[in-house]
Nanobody
Framework: QVQLVESGGGLVQAGGSLRLSCAAS????????MGWFRQAPGKEREFVAR????????YYADSVKGRFTISRDNAKNTVSLQMYSLKPEDTAVYYC???????????????WGKGTLVTVSS
């Protein structure tokens, strides 16, 4: 079983930055596509960013493009999300996700982390 553990969430002022990390257990981390999703209070969980198995291809939701950067280190079994120019609407629980298929929607995800809360104050 694959276990994903997020860290790095917290409280930040609008315009600030934050870096989230996800540590994955188990072997063959590089065989998974990885991604980040988020869920704001009262809303559906939504796609934020994805990265291919070797890190060569990334894709972002329009709402975060240009502000967030996803990366992975297969030697350390980690994936990160660097967030800049944070806005109050970025406030949500952020979830690390792993899948055999390309991560596009929550339906593609095979494994989820427990989430880490990001709160952006105005």
């Amino acid at each position: 079983q694959v276990q994903l553990v997020e860290s790095g969430g917290g409280l930040v002022q609008a315009g600030g930055s934050l870096r989230l990390s996800c540590a994955a257990s188990g072997r063959a981390f590089s065989t998974y596509n990885m991604g980040w999703f988020r869920q704001a209070p009262g809303k559906e969980r939504e796609f934020v960013a994805r990265i291919s198995k070797t890190g060569g291809i990334t894709y972002y939701a329009d709402s975060v493009k240009g502000r967030f950067t996803i990366s992975r280190d297969n030697a350390k079994n980690t994936v990160s999300l660097q967030m800049y120019s944070l806005k109050p609407e970025d406030t949500a629980v952020y979830y690390c996700a792993a899948s055999w298929a390309v991560v596009t929607t929550k339906g593609d995800v095979d494994y989820w982390g427990k989430g880490t809360l990001v709160t952006v104050s105005s």
